[in-house]
Structures are given as C-alpha cells and as structure tokens.
C-alpha cells in the first residue's frame, strides 16, 4: 500500500510522444480495470509531486489487500517489487492483466527510451559473445 500514492502509473509525460503512446497502451488500461472492477478513483498527475489517492480509494484497496489469503498476499509483494508498482501488481494478481501485459506495463519508461535512443547493450553481454565466436 505504501507505494499508491507514487505509482509510478500515475506518473505520466505528454513528452516524448512514443512515451505517451507507451502509457496510454499500457497503463490506462490497468488504471481503468481497477476502477472499473473496484469501484474507485485513482488520480493521475503529469507533474513532478506526489499525487494523494483518495481516502476511499486507499480504504478499499485496503480492505481488498487485508482479505488476501497468504499465497495471494506473497505473489502481489513480488509482482510489486518486481514492477515497481502496486497497481501493476494487483492488476496482475487479480487476473486484470496477463503477465505479459504487466511486463510490458512495467518496461514502458525503459522501451521508450530504447525507441528514441536506441538500446546499449551490456557489456557483459558483448564480452560473452567474444568468448563464443
């Protein structure tokens, strides 16, 4: 619960805009199934500081986190580490996303970096392949 109020799907640019295509294909469909599926209201920001989600949209989430069953409690705490984001991980845990989807939910930043810049690979990855040639 403590990552809600700066998810980072609440976080969006209107630049560039293949980063602004990335966040409309990829987290507002999340952000529209948890409201949608939950009844509440997530507020979205396109600035730098913290948006505070409404107090019945936390209590809800809430309530919905508290009444998970341990093995259901234990894949949210990963998916959210994992995506860095508490929506993503709910969205996954409780069947509103594939996982492909929220892979791609959380590579939105990171791929549209790869699309304006191009991709680096690592340099491990370079030396690696040395040795295998």
Not at 34 to 53: M, N, P, S
Request: negative net charge.
């Amino acid at each position: 619960m403590s990552y809600l109020d700066t998810d980072t799907i609440c976080f969006h640019e209107d630049f560039p805009e293949i980063l602004v295509k990335l966040q409309d294909e990829h987290w507002k469909p999340i952000l529209k199934w948890i409201e949608k599926q939950y009844d509440v209201e997530l507020k979205v920001t396109d600035g730098i500081f913290q948006v505070e989600q409404p107090h019945r949209t936390k209590d809800t989430l809430r309530k919905l986190v508290d009444g998970m069953d341990a093995l259901e409690l234990a894949a949210l705490e990963r998916a959210v580490i994992s995506s860095k984001s508490f929506l993503i991980g709910l969205a996954l845990v409780k069947r509103g996303i594939t996982v492909e989807q929220a892979a791609q939910a959380t590579h939105v930043e990171v791929n549209s970096q790869i699309d304006r810049w191009g991709e680096v690979e690592d340099s491990k990855c370079q030396i690696m392949k040395r040795y295998l040639m």
